[in-house]
């Protein structure tokens, strides 16, 4: 599977970026789909998963109210859409995508099977 997040820019503060995970070669369906941000100089930092059974979802609590994790079948994508950016969410962000996962590794980057490139998103005003 070759994924490849797209939708990054540059947004004001308050702003909204709807971000896609664009998968060829499997259908994104059947995978669990993790979203994951770098901001420069930290660590990597889960962002929000959807998992491949019933579709269940996970944010990380500064997520939490913002950002929606959701699939479009139709378009074999996994979306995020970020509403009331700020500064704090600068960074790259890219998509993994995973077929045995637990639930609790679904934070853990490591335990994807695939990762894509990442896009970036620049909150600034």
């Known amino acids: 599977v070759q994924l490849q997040a797209s939708g990054g820019g540059l947004v004001r503060p308050g702003g909204s970026l709807r971000l896609s995970c664009a998968a060829s070669g499997r259908t994104l369906s059947t995978y669990t789909v993790g979203w994951f941000r770098q901001a420069p100089g930290k660590d990597i930092e889960f962002v929000a998963r959807?998992?491949?059974?019933?579709?269940?979802?996970a944010y990380a609590d500064s997520a939490k109210g913002r950002f929606t994790i959701s699939r479009a079948n139709a378009k074999n994508t996994v979306d995020l859409q970020m509403n009331s950016l700020s500064a704090e969410d600068t960074g790259i962000y890219f998509c993994?995508?995973?077929?045995?996962?637990?639930?609790?590794?679904?934070?853990?980057?490591?335990?994807?099977?695939?990762r894509g490139r990442g896009t970036l998103v620049t909150v600034s005003s």
């Open positions: 959807i998992k491949r059974s019933g579709d269940s979802t």
């Open positions: 993994a995508a995973g077929e045995r996962l637990i639930t609790s590794s679904t934070t853990d980057p490591t335990k994807y099977d695939y």
